[in-house]
T-cell receptor, first 116, second 112 residues
Framework: DAGVIQSPRHEVTEMGQEVTLRCKPISGHDYLFWYRQTMMRGLELLIY????????DSGMPEDRFSAKMPNASFSTLKIQPSEPRDSAVYFC??????????????FGPGTRLTVL | QKEVEQNSGPLSVPEGAIASLNCTYS??????FFWYRQYSGKSPELIMSIYSNGDKEDGRFTAQLNKASQYVSLLIRDSQPSDSATYLC????????????FGGGTRLMVKP
């Protein structure tokens, strides 16, 4: 399996521009998570999906952030408009719910976002 | 109080020594516990999971869980310079599906 795939790996943009991050989860996994990691705040959960349905978006910082999962193999995280404080590494992770036990999350390589 | 707490470090140990990493959590109903390793500039990767009280060994790694004390630890025996990384403790949230809460991580430095 190719693992979780994210694109782009690096993104540099100017304040006010729209940014779209993409994720392909591991085939067969029914959970997908979007995280943001910074030195100051560590790894923060932004939103997660179960069977393509958003379950908890309480970690999304504000209305400028939105996420979609149109099918089981693709998800996007959009920031519009972007701000310098959005600069961070954004990770996508996926997992499979088995036998009622919280299972391992597998992380993608991340997208390093820099907003100038 | 943070939901999952770790000492940020750095924890410095000499090569060949035992490194002991600790984590406490606040949610008493948590059932699943994970240790991830993250090298600088890379994504977190799973080292071990533990679900029951006691010890779980995998090669040089041993995870220890004490639910009564809400404490989970990771021991690394015969530490190697390649073990130098940040170690993240993760705990499931109230059995809420597959959601995990991550600690801030402990940076481990193994000196040759």
């Amino acid at each position: 399996d190719a693992g979780v795939i994210q694109s782009p790996r690096h993104e540099v943009t100017e304040m006010g521009q729209e940014v779209t991050l993409r994720c392909k989860p591991i085939s067969g996994h029914d959970y997908l998570f979007w995280y943001r990691q910074t030195m100051m705040r560590g790894l923060e959960l932004l939103i997660y999906f179960n069977n393509n349905v958003p379950i908890d978006d309480s970690g999304m910082p504000e209305d400028r952030f939105s996420a979609k999962m149109p099918n089981a193999s693709f998800s996007t995280l959009k920031i519009q408009p972007s701000e310098p404080r959005d600069s961070a590494v954004y990770f996508c992770a996926s997992s499979l719910w088995t036998s009622g036990i919280t299972d391992t999350q597998y992380f993608g390589p991340g997208t390093r976002l820099t907003v100038l | 109080q943070k939901e999952v707490e770790q000492n940020s470090g750095p924890l410095s140990v000499p090569e060949g020594a035992i490194a002991s990493l600790n984590c406490t959590y606040s949610d008493r109903v948590s059932q699943s516990f994970f240790w991830y390793r993250q090298y600088s500039g890379k994504s977190p990767e799973l080292i071990m999971s533990i679900y029951s009280n006691g010890d779980k060994e995998d090669g040089r790694f041993t995870a220890q869980l004490n639910k009564a004390s809400q404490y989970v630890s990771l021991l690394i025996r015969d530490s190697q310079p390649s073990d130098s990384a940040t170690y993240l403790c993760a705990v499931n949230r109230n059995n809420a599906g597959n959601m995990l809460t991550f600690g801030g991580g402990t940076r481990l430095m193994v000196k040759p």
